[in-house]
């Protein structure tokens, strides 16, 4: 199914205080995978940030999975290639507009 409101995608600063920060508590994990994987760092971090916001708004393999005390859980897999590698890259979305989660 597709994302609701995948279009209106908002990623906020999520990639650059979590998900590819090497200094974040939790994050530094994700952050070192994105970058030994598939060459993606802070220094080029368009590039997720746009295959993001591509599958949020065209895919239509979003999973719905209920809510979650937050609002409607969707869970989207797609896959990513860089000059480096390919990954199948991990979102959640939570009420459909902010991404939750990232990871591979």
């Known amino acids: 199914m597709k994302l609701p409101n995948g279009q209106r995608a908002d990623l906020g600063a999520k990639l650059e205080e979590y998900v590819l920060n090497p200094l974040h508590r939790d ?3 994700k952050a070192r ?3 030994s994987v598939l060459g993606i760092t802070l ?3 368009e590039i997720l940030r746009e295959a993001i916001v591509t599958a949020a708004a065209n895919s239509d393999d979003a999973e719905p999975r209920g809510d979650n005390g937050h609002g409607e859980l969707y869970v989207l897999r ?3 290639v860089t000059a480096n590698s390919s990954a199948v890259i991990l979102t959640a979305w939570i009420g459909c507009v902010t991404l939750s989660a990232g990871g591979t």
Do not use: M, S
């Open 27 to 29: 994050g530094r994990h």
């Open 78 to 80: 797609f896959p990513l």
């Open 33 to 35: 995978v994105f970058e």
């Open 43 to 45: 220094d080029n971090r």
